[in-house]
């Protein structure tokens, strides 16, 4: 059985990774598996992999990202890097101007 902070938790990051992702985006082209290891270095919690890819694919479908295969310099498979979109950051700044006003709510500002 969960508790509530453990529910809380799961609600407010592995429910809403798009916005984490569109975050991370915001500094820099990335590419999935860059993505889930900078989420899990920079918010301290870790995605599963198939979750990280199935939101990055529905933001690019929904054109939020972009995303573009490069090749590697040092004969690696070539990746697939998303960039955010003006569409992409207009959702992030929703997102977060949204979270902030239910945060300024539940301390009664």
């Known amino acids: 059985m969960t508790t509530p902070m453990e529910r809380l938790r799961n609600k407010i990051t592995k429910e809403v990774l798009w916005l984490y992702i569109l975050r991370l985006l915001k ?56 960039k955010l979109t003006p569409e992409g950051e207009k959702l992030l700044e929703d997102g977060i101007a949204f979270l902030e006003d239910m945060v300024s709510k539940l301390k009664g500002e």
Do not use: C, D, H
């Open 27 to 82: 500094e820099r082209p990335m590419y999935a598996y860059e993505l889930k290891e900078r989420i899990k270095e920079a918010f301290n919690f870790e995605p599963a992999t198939v979750s990280s890819y199935v939101v990055l694919y529905k933001l690019e479908k929904e054109g939020y990202v972009t995303a573009e295969w490069q090749e590697s310099q040092t004969g690696k498979p070539s990746r697939k890097y998303y």
